[in-house]
């Protein structure tokens, strides 16, 4: 069993900075991926960026340039560092992982979520 514990997070102001974490902990025999979805509220989950083991990086159209996605790999975490937070970039954040478990079964877990509020 794999699971996801995220840390970091709170509210920030317009233009500000935050940064989020998360650690993966369990029965973990790889991670191919981990990364961070967001949902605002009355929309739907969205990607905001995701980072593969070899480096490749992803990220969403509204964020690029502006978030910025890392891995530890020997430690199992990710992190998003958001510069120049927007108001609408308000929504609970999600950390994801997805890899293989002891006995080569694949997995992929959620974080239990945080709220990132962007107001003045």
């Known amino acids: 069993q794999v699971q996801l514990v995220q840390s970091g997070g709170g509210s920030v102001q317009p233009g500000g900075s935050l940064k989020l974490s998360c650690a993966a902990s369990g029965s973990i025999l790889r991670i191919n991926v981990m990364g961070w979805y967001r949902q605002a509220p009355a929309k739907q989950r969205e990607m905001v960026a995701l980072i593969h083991n070899g480096g490749h990086r992803r990220y969403g159209n509204s964020v690029q340039g502006r978030f910025s996605v890392s891995m530890d790999n020997a430690k199992n975490t990710v992190s998003l560092q958001m510069n120049s937070a927007r108001p609408e970039d308000t929504a609970i954040y999600f950390c994801?992982?997805?890899?293989?478990?002891?006995?080569?079964?694949?997995?992929?877990?959620w974080g239990q979520g945080t709220p990132v509020p962007v107001s003045s």
């Open positions: 994801y992982a997805g890899g293989a478990a002891l006995g080569d079964r694949a997995f992929d877990e």
